[in-house]
């Protein structure tokens, strides 16, 4: 058994308020918050927290951990990857699954990855199921997902090998709507990136700084627009669009939810923090990935998006390739790079410092974007997402006056670059737990492969956000 905890004299934020009180961890879960706790076990070790923010632990719905993308495999494995998220202040990640054969059933891919995680993992887990083709088979294959596996939410891309045309994804929408799960959506125009692709590689225009101009923000905005309505024609099926990068895409779906729509959407730290400028330098391969980094103009407008509530949540994305090798594949050609960035660890600190410390957005608004409403989303409320007595002790507290300046050398992913390398910030986690564990601390990994659990989900309630 975990030994207990007691949190004293730090500030509790959760997505509603802040509170000076008390904060006892006992046996995994958050036993007791009260303004004075006299009643603990002996040996209980005490944290003074004067000055912190005592908060629920990130949880990222978007990772791609030892996904296999074709030309690569990614580096960060569920080992290396959650020992980053918790020394980053991340509790809990869902990933992405990659793709199995083709053909495979349902939830061929669910077993293969549950396999990855095992007795690997340091935090909590779980994945997204992954819509490869739909036919009766995987219609049916659905329910026991839902039902049985607690996996209730599915990604469906609309570009790479696997892509999904209309019809396709209109049975997906509705079947996934009867059964109460989440239908998520990589949205990226198919056709319009092909044409481009094939026009650029004829002029011999394949330098990394041409990955942006093969698929720039109208093909975005393009899938985002048509999945929206096609989510209205499946019944209003709840739709969760990931990793939007620009402002058009984010009116779509701002006029979605002005209509009272199911739709919710992510964003990642790269692209409201860095611009399309990095494809000119020469390292821009480290900044390859699908969507691409946008015009600057963009970044602002995401910025927006979030602090009005047209952005629900906040991710990563982190699918890593190494920088001396991996990624060199795509120097004289973009259409090699493996897609993908590192950003499991970053995300919690750069959206501290950028967010909070900046005065953008309030300390409640940052635990609602990078932990509460991902778990009411994806079906972990209120064992996770909140400070509440019988949740998880996912805990993590941060400084928030600790000046940090990012650098790779800090870090516990297993690439060898940060995309934010050089970066000042203000706030940094200083203690993550996992079910009151203490798994990292300043930056020194704490925890165990192998004690992260798979969660299963419940169902998606489309009321729980609107
Ligand atoms: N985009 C990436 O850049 N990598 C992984 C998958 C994706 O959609
Ligand atoms: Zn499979
Ligand atoms: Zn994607
Ligand atoms: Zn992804």
Redesign the pocket.
């Known amino acids: 058994t975990t030994k207990a905890t007691l949190i004293i004299n730090g500030t509790l934020v959760d997505a509603h308020q802040q509170v000076n009180k008390q904060l006892l961890m006992l046996d995994g879960k958050i036993a007791q918050i009260a303004d004075k706790i006299t009643q603990y076990p002996s040996g209980t070790q005490i944290i003074d927290a004067k000055g912190m923010h005592v908060m629920p632990g990130g949880i990222d719905v978007h990772t ?1 951990f030892n ?1 296999d ?1 074709g030309i690569s495999r ?1 580096c960060d494995d569920f080992y290396t990857g959650t020992r980053s998220a918790a020394c980053g202040g991340t509790t809990t990640i869902i990933d ?1 699954m990659g793709f199995g054969p083709r053909g495979c059933s349902l939830g061929h891919q669910l077993e293969v990855y549950k396999e990855y995680a095992k007795d690997r993992a340091v935090i909590d887990y779980s994945f997204h199921g992954v819509i490869q083709h739909v036919d009766d088979q995987v219609l049916e294959d659905m329910q026991a997902m839902v039902e049985q596996e607690g996996i209730s939410s599915f990604k469906l ?1 609309l570009t ?1 090998g696997y892509k999904l045309d209309d019809d396709s994804a209109l049975k997906a929408l509705t079947r996934l709507n009867e059964l109460n799960a989440l239908t998520a959506v ?1 949205p ?1 125009n198919d056709a319009a990136i092909a044409q481009r692709r094939a026009k650029l590689i004829k002029e011999g225009k394949t330098a990394p700084k041409y990955h942006g101009v093969s698929r720039p923000l109208e093909c975005e905005a393009e899938a985002i627009a048509r999945m929206i309505n096609l989510a209205s024609l499946a019944g209003d099926a709840p739709l969760y669009i ?2 939007l990068s620009n402002g058009l895409g984010l009116d779509y779906i701002r006029l979605a939810k002005n209509n009272k729509q199911a739709v919710w959407s992510e964003t990642c730290p790269q692209y409201m923090l860095l611009d399309d400028s990095l494809y000119n330098d020469i390292d821009a391969v480290k900044y ?4 691409p980094l946008r015009p600057q103009a963009e970044l602002e407008k995401l910025w927006q998006g979030v602090i009005d509530g047209s952005i629900d949540t906040i991710a990563t ?1 982190h ?1 890593s390739f190494t920088y001396a090798d991996q990624k060199q594949a795509g120097v004289t050609d973009f259409t090699k790079c ?4 590192p950003g499991v660890e970053t995300r919690m600190p750069l959206m501290f410092s950028e967010g909070v410390s900046k005065g953008r957005i309030s300390p409640e608004k940052f635990v609602e974007l990078t932990s509460f409403k991902p778990a009411k989303l994806f079906g972990l409320y209120p064992q996770k997402g909140c400070l509440l007595e019988g949740s998880d002790a996912d805990i993590v507290i941060f400084d928030p006056e600790q000046q940090v300046t990012i650098s790779h050398s800090m870090l516990h992913d297993n690439t060898d670059y940060t995309p934010f390398e050089n970066y000042p910030l203000t706030g940094w986690p200083v203690m993550t737990f996992s079910r009151g564990k203490l798994v990292a601390r300043n930056g020194e990994f704490l925890g165990t492969a192998g004690a992260g659990q798979f969660l299963r989900r419940k169902q998606f309630d489309k009321n729980r956000l609107k």
């Not at 493996?338 to 960035?341: F, I, L, V």
């Open positions: 791609h996904i993308v990614s992405h891309y790479y990589h990226e990931v990793h390859v990935m699908s969507p994305d699918c493996p897609n993908g960035m």
